[in-house]
């Protein structure tokens, strides 16, 4: 177990990246800003696992919001709305866009929790949770690519559900 110090632990430091990021929508330079990181975090530096890298779905989103932008980065930062049967912003995802890039990296860090299982197409997926922060990101396998497909704060309402999903695995 390596022994880091505060400054250099990725995991501990991790913040909201706006302190005024409202419940409505970003203001357009925070939106610049979180496009920017996306950007630098998945297109310029991608992610690797086990030396494959981590693409994202660049298809280009046609939400009002992210208009023109990838559709992973719409996923990131908004949720579905089941009642509108669109997706709306969610400012609590959004404003942790940052920590996807770090949780992944730090998979083998004991405050992360991995575990894989099918989802409902039997496509073979993989989830990152930091219990502690409550955030989870999730990548998919696609043949032989992996695919960033969302990150999200875990509800309440669905910790049990992700307990079961980590202790089944790890049996």
């Known amino acids: 177990m390596i022994d880091l110090n505060e400054e250099d ?3 501990d430091n991790l913040e909201d990246l706006f302190e005024d990021l409202s419940v409505d929508q970003p203001t357009g330079v925070q939106l610049y800003k979180m496009y920017g990181i996306f950007l630098r975090d998945f297109i310029y530096n991608p992610i690797h696992i086990n030396s494959i890298e981590v693409k994202v779905n660049i298809n280009k989103s046609k939400n009002p919001l992210c208009k023109g932008k990838m559709l992973t980065f719409e ?3 908004t949720r579905d709305n089941k009642y509108k049967g669109k997706r709306d912003f969610d400012h609590q995802r959004a404003n942790k866009l940052h920590w996807i890039k770090k949780i992944v990296m730090n998979a083998n860090d004991v405050r992360i929790k991995y575990f894989n299982r099918l989802n409902h197409k039997g496509l073979k997926q993989h989830f990152y949770w930091y219990e502690e922060k409550g ?5 998919r396998e696609l043949e032989k ?6 990150a999200f704060c875990v509800d309440e309402m669905n910790k049990s559900q992700y307990k079961k999903y980590y202790n089944t695995y790890r049996k």
Do not use: Y
């Not at 955030?135 to 990548?139: L, N, Y």
């Not at 690519?145 to 969302?150: A, E, M, N, R």
């Open 9 to 11: 632990d990725p995991l």
């Open 75 to 77: 996923h990131i930062i």
């Open 135 to 139: 955030f989870i990101v999730i990548v």
């Open 145 to 150: 690519d992996l695919l960033l497909i969302t």
